[in-house]
């Protein structure tokens, strides 16, 4: 990415300026500014330590750098804020660059950000010379981000699916339920648009509407990043039959791997013991081995007078 030379980076002035007009969108990559309460601690007790950088816009200011400090110090009541007020001319694609460079590496980035980015930096490079190929552009962009062609294209899958996933409640280690948006991975990312572009698979899929086949979309990527062991069978059983309900197909895939765990935890028992605990598994119509196990541990436990304290729990929803 080039860097801004001695004299642009000379023209810059810091003042406050209020806060009221100062506009969010346009430059910033930031799409979702997360959790701030611990910033606007950190600023009620110590201050600003670093002012934002704004573009002047007609009388108003845009964000270029800065835009949760921006959102702490507005939350907290600031009518003004210090900003470096940059001179960036029509060069819009600079103070873009600029907000890329303060935020990629922090943690805190969404997919949904980084893609967004290299979609407006793609679009730059078509406007600065229409003519170029698309071959040429593409080189073109992995200079400017400096990163790999695989590299790119893993954001941008990982960018598209990210929006569709919802917040769920979730459980935490200690039975503390959350909402949270669970993230999907890179690698689930891009097998789970491997499987969707099947050509078996949108050919059963034909027959419904984009409303339907948005609505399957979103569904099966929410189950694929909320159960990351288990996302490969998944989408291999969706694959089979991609127009049973998403629900079914995620509740025979989680009996199955618990089957899997519980027949792997019982493969030291001799041969005998193992084939009993088969069939009382069948008998009772119990789900899994482990809940076999589980029930005649608490019924010998219980013959032999020992006290079990069961703790109820709140139904989790995933």
Not at 60 to 77: P, Q
Not at 140 to 160: F, S, V, Y
Not at 207 to 227: C, F, G
Request: charged share 35%.
């Amino acid at each position: 990415m080039k860097k801004a030379s001695k004299t642009e980076r000379m023209r810059v002035k810091v003042q406050k300026i209020d806060i009221n007009r100062i506009l969010t969108e346009g430059l910033n990559v930031r799409i979702d500014v997360g959790d701030i309460s611990e910033l606007k601690r950190d600023i009620s007790e110590r201050g600003l330590l670093q002012a934002i950088t704004v573009k002047q816009d007609n009388g108003n200011y845009i964000i270029v750098t800065g835009r949760r400090r921006f959102e702490s110090c507005k939350s907290l009541g600031w009518t003004k804020i210090p900003a470096s007020i940059r001179e960036y001319g029509d060069n819009d694609q600079r103070a873009r660059d600029d907000s890329w460079a303060e935020n990629v590496h922090r943690k805190n980035m969404t997919e949904e950000e980084k893609a967004k980015y290299i979609k407006d930096t793609e679009a730059w490079i078509r406007k600065e010379d229409p003519n170029l190929g698309d071959r040429t552009i593409f080189k073109r962009l992995r200079e400017h981000l400096d990163m790999t062609k695989q590299q790119i294209r893993d954001i941008l899958a990982m960018g598209e699916l990210q929006p569709n996933i919802p917040s769920v409640v979730i459980a935490g280690q200690k039975v503390k339920l959350t909402e949270e948006k669970p993230r999907i991975s890179i690698s689930a990312a891009k097998q789970f648009n491997e499987k969707w572009n099947e050509k078996d698979v949108q050919e059963h899929l034909s027959n419904l509407s984009q409303d339907d086949k948005d609505t399957l979309r979103n569904a099966l990527v929410t189950e694929v990043a909320i159960h990351p062991g288990s996302y490969k069978k998944i989408l291999t059983k969706f694959g089979k039959n991609p127009l049973r309900p998403v629900n079914d197909v995620v509740a025979e895939t989680l009996r199955e791997v618990q089957n899997e765990k519980g027949m792997s935890a019982t493969t030291h028992y001799p041969g005998e013991l193992a084939e009993a605990l088969k069939r009382y598994q069948e008998d009772e119509k119990l789900e899994t081995w482990s809940d076999a196990v589980k029930s005649i541990l608490m019924f010998g436990l219980k013959k032999k007078g020992y006290t079990i304290n069961t703790v109820k729990q709140e139904p989790i929803v995933e």
